[in-house]
């Protein structure tokens, strides 16, 4: 212990919960405070795992509850009932020992220079615009994830259905139930009908393709007895504008879903982009030849991709990163040039630093002797720091297979390099000028998660590098843990500002860097068929894949209670078929 801090949390810790108040509003150094925006994926996880009671903690957003995004699929079609797949915000911040409050409102501008951000209640939809409110931060979390990207498509925003919050997915569910009594009505004709239930999903990606899977599941195992006398009326199409669907899968899978979703008679329209939709037509245009066609529909869904939203614009614009998809950080989080403002999920993409631009600093860490030359002992010692700091390093040398350093050398030196060489800061900068090569051309979240693929799966390069949706529960979700426990230590790492052993000297590295662990990949395909995709390249596609699906996802729920209710949804669907009222 050192110093009154250490004292004053001793007493805090023994004291009566009253004294404790008391205390803390009198005496006790006021707390540091951290302001969360955001109640998703990334900003629950923070707050699950945040237990470090010197902290206070509000949390502001415009959603009082957080959403199980992976489930919101189910909701659309009845197979899971929304309020099954939300948690209220509130019962996640009463069980913390932490002194966290909430506001509903949205965050309308950050303010970095003063510390401040401005806020917006959105309880009350008229009173909206007026009630701009200030908060004051010491360190700022911004987790507010993506918005709808419609690329400007004329006609989206007003004839679309958009599938990301759990209203999305109640609206699509009371417009399918609408769309099957609609076509029951009298007095129209065949092609009317035909027009209502034809259902369009716009975009290839997971989102797309297992919405348009959901809806095939219920008009072949609910519609059939229900609506018998238009089932045979029903049209799914789905259009895809490059070559393939879920294209940021493996192959295998990718070709199984396309060849699934033909035979169910799923119509998959490649190379297929959307020009306009208006009320009753959606326009496409074909890649390739250039051939237009507008075909007439009765839903749509777009789900093409996610951009910025308003607020992060506006700031990466304040800030100088105006020309970016999302804000960027460093491996610890921390808004590129901001040591106090964290940013996470999906609005944020984390900058991978090349090795060429530390490297003067890494020669000279490794160094110990400060004798100008590195012996391949001193090399040897500082690789795996240098892999943890720099993955492109650990995938690199796994490319060119060279295991030990003396091969890496030999290339730098000629076959002169023996176990006894030494390395001079040129040689040292010609054996790992090429490791920065590996990073290039990759979108920085996804190059995170293919690198940790390549690195733990030896999965080749060229299955992945059509990634085009890093954006992932499992990134926020690990970020989200990852930064709490930053947090959570962050007081012994004050103290000890030279950091934990394996970064001590370099001040700034307090905490390990944040490294994207990925555990798999599901893609539910319909039929209770899912693919897999596993780390380890271990694709594998079926029914029993379903069923790891139903485990995984009840497992990942975020409260007993929550998991109860999707259980037990699972079940009564089973046995009773879907609710179709609406
Ligand atoms: P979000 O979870 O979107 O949370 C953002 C939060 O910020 C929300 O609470 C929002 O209300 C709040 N907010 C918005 N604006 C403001 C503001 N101005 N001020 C304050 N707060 C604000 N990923 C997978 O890995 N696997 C899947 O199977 C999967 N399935 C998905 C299915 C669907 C239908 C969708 C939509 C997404 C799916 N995802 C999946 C992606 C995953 O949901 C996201 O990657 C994840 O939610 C990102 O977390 P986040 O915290 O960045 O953002
Ligand atoms: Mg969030
Ligand atoms: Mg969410
Ligand atoms: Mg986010
Ligand atoms: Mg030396």
């Not at 205390?23 to 109640?39: C, D, F, I, R």
């Not at 009463?94 to 970095?112: F, L, M, T």
């Not at 529909?297 to 789900?303: E, K």
Request: with cysteine.
């Amino acid at each position: 212990f050192n110093g009154s801090k250490g004292h004053i949390a001793h007493a805090d810790a023994v004291a009566s919960n009253d004294d404790r108040r008391i205390a803390s509003s009198e005496q006790v150094p006021k707390k540091k405070k951290v302001v969360l925006l955001g109640t998703g994926w990334g900003g629950m996880s923070f707050l699950k795992s945040l237990n470090n009671p010197n902290y206070e903690v509000q949390v502001v957003s415009p959603r009082n509850f957080f959403v199980f995004t992976p489930l919101l699929p189910s909701v659309t079609c009845g197979k899971v009932e929304a309020r099954s797949i939300v948690e209220p915000i509130r019962n996640i911040i009463r069980k913390k020992n932490v002194n966290i409050s909430y506001s509903e409102a949205e965050c309308v501008k950050i303010d970095p220079n003063n510390k401040k951000i401005y806020c917006r209640a959105t309880i009350d939809s008229h009173s909206k615009g007026e009630e701009v409110f200030a908060v004051e931060y010491d360190y700022l979390i911004i987790a507010v994830g993506a918005q709808v990207n419609t690329f400007n498509t004329p006609g989206v925003m007003e004839n679309c259905h958009f599938l990301k919050e759990i209203d999305d997915a109640q609206k699509i569910r009371k417009n399918v139930i609408d769309s099957f009594e609609k076509a029951s009505l009298p007095n129209l004709s065949d092609e009317e009908r035909k027009k209502i239930l034809h259902f369009v999903v716009v975009g290839g990606g997971p989102t797309g393709v297992e919405f348009a899977a959901e809806l095939h599941d219920f008009v072949n195992e609910d519609v059939v007895k229900l609506y018998p006398n238009v089932q045979d009326l029903v049209k799914i199409t789905l259009l895809e504008a490059t070559d393939h669907i879920l294209n940021m899968f493996d192959k295998r899978i990718t070709n199984f879903a396309e060849q699934k979703f033909g035979r169910d008679g799923i119509d998959v329209k490649l190379g297929s982009m959307v020009t306009g939709i208006n009320e009753n037509e959606i326009s496409t245009k074909v890649r390739g030849n250039g051939e237009k066609t507008s075909t007439p529909y009765g839903m749509v869904l777009w789900s093409t991709g996610i951009g910025p939203r308003p607020l992060i614009k506006e700031f990466m614009k304040q800030i100088g990163q105006g020309n970016r998809r999302a804000l960027a950080t460093d491996e610890w989080l921390r808004v590129e040039g901001f040591g106090n403002i964290y940013a996470l999920g999906d609005c944020a993409t984390v900058n991978q630093r090349k090795v060429m631009e530390d490297i003067s600093e890494i020669f000279r860490k490794a160094d110990k002797d400060n004798s100008g030359t590195l012996t391949v002992k001193e090399f040897q010692e500082i690789i795996d720091d240098i892999c943890e700091r720099y993955p492109q390093v650990e995938l690199y040398l796994k490319n060119k297979q060279v295991r030990n350093m003396v091969d890496l050398l030999k290339e730098a030196k000629g076959d002169a390099a023996k176990e006894s060489m030494e390395l001079n800061i040129e040689e040292f900068k010609s054996a790992l000028s090429e490791v920065d090569s590996q990073m290039k051309n990759l979108p920085a979240t996804a190059q995170v998660i293919i690198l940790v693929h390549l690195v733990h799966s030896g999965t080749k390069l060229i299955h992945f590098q059509g990634i085009n949706h890093p954006q992932m529960f499992q990134v926020a979700n690990q970020q989200g843990a990852y930064l709490a426990k930053c947090f959570n230590r962050m007081e012994e790492c004050e103290k000890n500002p030279e950091g934990p052993p394996r970064f001590r000297g370099t001040g700034r590295h307090r905490f390990h860097p944040f490294r994207y662990r990925h555990l798999g990949q599901f893609a539910p395909l319909g039929g209770e068929q899912t693919a897999a995709q596993l780390p380890g390249d271990w694709v594998s596609i079926g029914h029993s894949e379903q069923w790891l699906w139903y485990s995984v996802y009840a497992s990942k729920q975020v409260s007993w209670r929550t998991r109860a209710l999707v259980v037990s949804d699972w079940i009564r669907r089973f046995i009773f078929g879907r609710d179709t009222s609406g």
